[in-house]
């Protein structure tokens, strides 16, 4: 009997896998994902809510959110999805988004006709979540729709139990190493059955090329049951920058182990591979001390600076970000003597502007350098900003993002002693003021009454180095920065 034949016979035995696609932007590789994975013997989560009255396309479910679920089209196909039509919900206690969705996709499950993350019968085994990426943010074009799962890690508010082994980010950047950091607490958590991540390293698919990835996955898990998925996945991606993260224990997981429910005992324990186009099969991840930590330092509305981080930045922290008329400093700090900034060396920091809809960056339109000096013990570098910051802009892998990249010359004029940590640490501040105009050039990416005007990243190109190293950006301790209203 053929792989595909006892493949088949399997399916018709055992109780189907479940899979739920949550879309954040287009749909068309929703629809073939929905179509392949079907025939390959999944069932549909969204199944299990009842037709919505008088809307044979779409589903109902008691407590939607911020979701509608309906059979969307593509060409001559449709797939059932759960999309994301609005921004997220305001708890009417706390004042602050209630992050269900975000909750929601860790543990997607229904009963009785209502959404669920605590564990029920109808759960999801296999969590797809689609849209543009950025920082454990899902969004669509113009933030009319977005998911913080970053920041409902944070929080932590998960039930403990069974869960999703595997999840698909099928979004630019968030299966690379630098967001590793955030991801690892889903698979460190106690009793959390996550196994692995597919994704992207760098830039997902988008047009014809991303349904195709789709369907070929599927066609590579039907015809090989019982290779390492994570090898398929690769296969499905290739010529492109794909990502994966995994349980080392799970390495060799395949569909057939799955279906069978005989996957291997794994435990974060003995570690998380990475994976990428470069490294097919897979490195150990481990977190080591940064060479360069980039951070942007703001102001609240009190005038006191604080470093934006993971831990309390979000599009939904209303309070951090880049308001006109605040103060604030880009900071470098240098943890390795041996790349301490010396004379004569020059450093570029790119400003990459960040939404769905963009247009071309204007660095002075958006800060003042407060006269251009980077503030150090001994006033030793001079600070300029840059238009078309990226130094290989002909033939960069970033050379198609060009436009939205400006940046911030740094010229050493003579030795920087470190200042940092005892000595122990060179750092570099940068100081600047929003500028008033920032919000005309900028404009809103929502329509409601507490709008953002784009995001900012900061990426660094070190002394003697061509480009931007893909690798290693966004650096771990890089957070974007929204620009908002008062």
């Known amino acids: 009997m053929s792989e595909i034949a006892k493949h088949s016979a399997r399916s018709l035995a055992r109780r189907p896998l479940q899979y739920v696609w949550v879309e954040h932007y287009l749909v068309d590789d929703g629809v073939a994902f929905d179509r392949a994975f079907s025939q390959l013997g999944f069932r549909n989560l969204l199944l299990a809510l009842p037709t919505r009255p008088g809307h044979p396309k779409q589903r109902l479910a008691k407590n939607p959110h911020n979701l509608r679920f309906e059979w969307a089209r593509s060409g001559d196909q449709e797939g059932l999805l759960a999309i994301v039509v609005s921004e997220d919900e305001f708890d009417q206690k706390t004042g602050q988004p209630s992050l269900f969705v975000a909750k929601w996709i860790q543990n997607p499950g229904i009963a009785n006709g209502s959404l669920t993350y605590e564990t029920v019968a109808d759960q999801a085994d296999l969590v797809i979540v689609s849209g543009h990426g950025a920082d454990g943010l899902f969004m669509a074009p113009g933030l009319k729709g977005h998911t913080e799962l970053g920041e409902a890690l944070r929080e932590g508010e998960i039930p403990v139990g069974p869960r999703p082994k595997y999840f698909i980010f099928a979004a630019c950047h968030l299966a690379n190493k630098s967001n590793m950091p955030m991801w690892r607490y889903l698979f460190e958590r106690e009793a959390y059955?996550?196994?692995?991540?597919?994704?992207?390293?760098?830039?997902?698919?988008?047009?014809?090329?991303?349904?195709?990835?789709?369907?070929?996955?599927?066609?590579?898990?039907?015809?090989?049951?019982?290779?390492?998925?994570?090898?398929?996945?690769?296969?499905?991606?290739?010529?492109?920058?794909?990502?994966?993260?995994?349980?080392?224990?799970?390495?060799?997981?395949?569909?057939?182990?799955?279906?069978?429910?005989?996957?291997?005992?794994?435990?974060?324990?003995?570690?998380?591979?990475?994976?990428?186009?470069?490294?097919?099969?897979?490195?150990?991840?481990?977190?080591?001390?940064?060479?360069?930590?980039?951070?942007?330092?703001?102001?609240?509305?009190?005038?006191?600076?604080?470093?934006?981080?993971?831990?309390?930045?979000?599009?939904?922290?209303?309070?951090?970000?880049?308001?006109?008329?605040?103060?604030?400093?880009?900071?470098?700090?240098?943890?390795?003597?041996?790349?301490?900034?010396?004379?004569?060396?020059?450093?570029?920091?790119?400003?990459?502007?960040?939404?769905p809809t963009k247009t071309e960056i204007e660095i002075d339109k958006l800060l003042d350098l407060d006269g251009g000096i980077?503030?150090?013990?001994?006033?030793?570098?001079?600070?300029?900003?840059?238009?078309?910051?990226?130094?290989?802009?002909?033939?960069?892998?970033?050379?198609?993002?060009?436009?939205?990249?400006?940046?911030?010359?740094?010229?050493?004029?003579?030795?920087?002693?470190?200042?940092?940590?005892?000595?122990?640490?060179q750092e570099i501040r940068i100081p600047f003021k929003v500028k008033g105009e920032a919000l005309h050039r900028y404009k809103a990416d929502t329509a409601d009454d507490k709008p953002t005007h784009g995001r900012f990243v900061l990426g660094l190109v070190p002394p003697g180095a061509g480009s931007l190293d893909w690798d290693s950006f966004p650096y771990p301790s890089v957070h974007g920065v929204w620009l908002r209203e008062p």
């Not at 033939?395 to 940590?421: E, T």
């Open 193 to 355: 059955a996550l196994r692995g991540i597919f994704g992207y390293e760098e830039k997902c698919p988008d047009g014809p090329a991303a349904p195709a990835v789709m369907r070929r996955f599927a066609e590579l898990l039907k015809r090989n049951p019982t290779r390492a998925m994570v090898d398929l996945w690769g296969e499905a991606n290739r010529g492109l920058q794909w990502g994966a993260l995994q349980l080392v224990d799970a390495r060799n997981d395949s569909l057939q182990q799955w279906e069978d429910a005989a996957l291997p005992h794994a435990t974060s324990a003995n570690g998380i591979n990475y994976f990428t186009a470069k490294k097919p099969q897979g490195e150990l991840f481990v977190e080591k001390p940064e060479t360069y930590e980039l951070r942007w330092s703001v102001e609240d509305a009190s005038g006191r600076e604080f470093e934006v981080n993971r831990s309390n930045n979000g599009k939904s922290r209303l309070n951090v970000g880049l308001f006109p008329g605040r103060r604030g400093a880009i900071i470098l700090r240098i943890h390795d003597p041996a790349s301490w900034l010396r004379s004569g060396q020059k450093v570029k920091i790119l400003v990459y502007y960040f939404r």
């Open 374 to 425: 980077a503030t150090h013990e001994s006033s030793s570098i001079r600070a300029t900003l840059s238009r078309g910051a990226n130094p290989q802009r002909a033939n960069s892998i970033l050379s198609p993002f060009d436009k939205y990249y400006d940046g911030i010359d740094l010229a050493v004029l003579k030795d920087v002693p470190p200042n940092a940590a005892g000595g122990r640490i």
